[in-house]
């Protein structure tokens, strides 16, 4: 089977890049084909990247908790780009201060994100989850967004 290829970035004016580069580092050891666009980075350049390598997932950040100003219509323009069924994941300090987890994470999703990731999120959970939707998108099944992530299952409903 050919390497999933997987676009990363940090969206928006974030610069904070270095969490980014350790989870591409890590996509591209677990076999992952990685397109890093890096920091400072539009919303139609993570479609246009997508369209351009025929990705199968984008993987964003936000850390300067600007993610609901950056991130909005982000799915919409997947769709506009015949990408309707792309898996986008999210992930970082989203918000500007401290709100309940679970409230943040059904804002984006209902976004349109297939998955929203707390700051602090293990590297390995972030795979696992992946690696799980990879394998039900190329089932036919829906990602159910709903059921609990690793860290979910190993902390509790709160990051």
Known sequence: MQAKTLVTGVIGADTHIVGNRILSTALEKAGYKVVALG?????????KAAIETAADAIMVSSLYGQGEIDCRGFRDLCVEAGMEDILIYLGGNLVVGKQPWREVEQRFLAMGFDRVFPPGTRIEDVLATLAADFVARDRGE???????????TRQGAEP
């Open 39 to 47: 920091a400072l980075t539009p919303a139609g350049d993570f479609i």
């Open 142 to 152: 829906r990602l159910d967004a709903t059921l609990p992530t690793p860290w979910a």
